[in-house]
């Protein structure tokens, strides 16, 4: 479901059960979740998100923040950089020789764009067969707060830091795109889909959640 609120859109899912109050959860990647108890009318389930529509804006921006990209690195030969959840010294990922620092870094970003282009094309297959599912396309792209995303339009796209990640996060990540191609919304039914294919998808949530502010460059 979705609601607006002062001017952007909060969008959340609904888990129906036997309880006596409605309540709401956020996780450590935004995702908000409303336990109400059955037969809840979509209008109070609205409601009670707009009444909490400031605190919920307030957490998620903070989510934001502790993903937002920290201040560039000093580059050199002896430092390390994340590929596929290893450490690297930097001249084992890219050549060195003389350049200087604003190259080095443009260099290596071009690194990771093809090191997660190939990766996302080789792992992307198995997966969307499993699905039974297929993207209209798929890009590799810079982002600050988002790993992946799905379009109306079935169009994904991944973060180029994936490519810092474990290869199982980096599954997860495709099996969590690909997924929306059957579900857009964080639905229940969603997630019972990644879950069939990945049963232990929140481990890797939370290695996102931890990790995520040192896959950068």
Partial sequence: MKIEFENQIIEFNVQYGKRKKLSLHIDSIGLIT???????SEEIITSAVKQNGKLIME???????SREIPKAREYQEEGKFLHLGKEYFLHELIQIGELGE?????N???????SCKKIVGQRIQRYQTELRVKPKSIEIVESRTK?????????LTFNYRLAMAPLEVIDYVIIHELCHLLHMNHDRSFWRRVGS???DYKEKQDYLARQGQAMTL
């Fill in 34 to 40: 409303v336990k109400a108890p059955k037969d809840t």
């Fill in 59 to 65: 957490k998620l921006q903070s989510i934001d923040k």
């Fill in 102 to 106: 604003e190259e080095l870094k443009k």
């Fill in 108 to 114: 290596l970003k071009k690194f990771y764009f093809a």
């Fill in 147 to 155: 790993w992946g995303s799905c379009s109306s339009d079935k169009k």
């Fill in 197 to 199: 294919i990945m049963p």
